[in-house]
């Protein structure tokens, strides 16, 4: 609705301002893609390809399927155009819709948006790219309006020390499968890590009698963890770590993280990303296995609900609206200024009512414009027209003489 695209235009300009800053380029993908894209790259045992992907059914096409977030469509789309071959690190951001067949609920919705990084390339290898995109997102949230954010972060190590872990867990786990929930039963052989964030209290029981420390991560991994997080902390960024934080989805490795705010129930993330150094290959094979990358998204819908009632109002930017008082030329004359004022980028609207300067007034003070100019027959024998200030309530006579309408540019631009 108009009155809600206020605050979601103010977040998508924020973000783009601030991807700017950062120096991040915008990539549109399409809004579907070959459904087999989503199960190689998220894995063919993630919730999200098991149990919420959107596919479409028609009967010339098969095999396509509404995106269930971007990363995948992204590297698709990088490799497919070979941009490796033409940079080395591209920095991409995205703003857009996502599907996934979920039950709804407050925070949960089948069409939700995202705002979204990749980092990907032969060269995004550098653990300061790990810790630039981290900051981005907590400044994002905070720039947004969202103070209150928890940042969770975690390793995953590379491809051995991940399934060193999943071993420990199967082991950890083997005797205490009945216990665990239907979902979780069936996740212990196809995909351990994700009984770790079942909600499911049951589950959450046994998960707790498990240690979790970093002993399957590689040497190399832990050195790498330890530097990102000093670079958090020399960048001031709080974070807890988090090992029981895993990410259900297949091309994950290294560094994790999530984004939590205290404002929600039970669907408290407002963000997650991590590093993917084997999806390219999963994508295009072993002759992209240098290509790296690491990303996050942001749920626009959570952010707002997030957001305190007092950071939801934001006024419409309208200069100035006309009220015109009268018919024939009172209107010609009323939609001839207001052309002029369009034309020199002046944002303004008119009554084409035509009714009392009482209803007319009400309009305007519900328009949000910092100003009104009143015209009528008086105005229109003395050539002159009367500007009011809606905030301030004073009120000038200007002269359009001679349809010389600059004094009267000149003292709209001085109130607005
Ligand atoms: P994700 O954790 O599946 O990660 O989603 C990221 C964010 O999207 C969530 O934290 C949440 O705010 C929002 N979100 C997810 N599902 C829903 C839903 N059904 N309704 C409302 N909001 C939702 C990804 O999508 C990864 N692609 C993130 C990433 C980018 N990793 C690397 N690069």
């Known amino acids: 609705m108009p009155s809600e695209s206020l605050i979601w235009q103010n977040i998508e300009s924020k973000a783009r301002a601030i991807f700017s800053q950062f120096n991040y380029k915008e990539i549109r993908t399409p809004l579907f893609e070959e459904t087999g894209l989503f199960k190689r790259s998220l894995g063919q045992t993630s919730d999200i390809v098991n149990k919420q992907l959107l596919e479409l059914v028609s009967s010339k096409e098969e095999g396509f399927a509404l995106r269930p977030e971007g990363t995948a469509s992204i590297v698709r789309a990088y490799l497919e155009n070979s941009i490796d071959k033409q940079e080395n690190l591209s920095k991409l951001f995205y703003i857009g819709p996502m599907f996934r067949g979920e039950r709804p609920q407050k925070?949960?919705?089948?069409?939700?948006?995202?705002?979204?990084?990749?980092?990907?390339?032969?060269?995004?290898?550098?653990?300061?790219?790990?810790?630039?995109v981290i900051v981005l997102s907590m400044k994002l949230l905070k720039e947004f309006g969202l103070d209150n954010c928890r940042l969770a972060i975690n390793c995953l190590g590379n491809e051995d020390d991940k399934k060193k872990l999943s071993d420990y867990l199967r082991e950890k786990l083997k005797d205490k499968v009945t216990a665990l929930c239907e979902?979780?039963?069936?996740?212990?052989?196809?995909?351990?890590?994700r009984i770790l964030d079942c909600k499911n209290p049951s589950c959450r029981a046994v998960v707790d009698g498990i240690k979790l420390d970093s002993a399957y991560l590689s040497e190399e991994s832990k050195n790498r963890y330890e530097a990102i997080k000093n670079i958090l902390r020399e960048n001031k960024i709080d974070f807890i770590e988090s090992p029981r934080l895993v990410r259900g989805l297949d091309y994950y490795n290294e560094i994790v993280f999530e984004i939590s705010n205290a404002n929600l129930g039970s669907q408290d993330a407002v963000g997650a990303g991590?590093?993917?150094?084997?999806?390219?290959?999963?994508?295009?094979?072993?002759?992209?296995?240098?290509?790296?990358?690491?990303g996050f998204s942001l749920g626009i819908e959570r952010i707002i609900l997030a957001l305190d009632e007092t950071?939801?109002?934001?006024?419409?930017?309208?200069?100035?609206?006309?009220?015109?008082?009268?018919?024939?030329?009172?209107?010609?004359r009323s939609f001839e200024v207001l052309t002029a004022l369009r034309n020199k980028g002046i944002s303004s609207d008119m009554n084409f009512q035509?009714?009392?300067?009482?209803?007319?007034?009400?309009?305007?003070?519900?328009?949000?414009?910092?100003?009104?100019?009143?015209?009528?027959?008086?105005?229109?024998?003395k050539e002159v027209v009367v500007l009011k200030d809606m905030a301030q309530g004073e009120q000038f006579e200007i002269s359009i003489a001679g349809n010389d309408f600059n004094n009267l540019f000149n003292k709209v631009r001085e109130r607005l």
């Open 311 to 332: 950071k939801k109002q934001i006024e419409s930017n309208l200069g100035v609206y006309i009220i015109s008082l009268g018919q024939g030329e009172v209107t010609r």
């Open 354 to 381: 035509g009714n009392s300067l009482k209803s007319q007034m009400r309009v305007a003070n519900k328009s949000n414009a910092k100003l009104a100019v009143i015209i009528g027959e008086d105005e229109i024998k």
């Open 107 to 132: 925070g949960r919705l089948r069409q939700f948006n995202q705002i979204g990084v990749e980092v990907i390339g032969p060269s995004a290898e550098s653990l300061f790219i790990d810790a630039e």
């Open 274 to 294: 991590g590093r993917y150094n084997k999806l390219a290959e999963f994508i295009g094979g072993e002759s992209k296995r240098d290509i790296k990358g690491i």
């Open 183 to 193: 979902d979780c039963q069936n996740r212990f052989e196809r995909n351990v890590f």
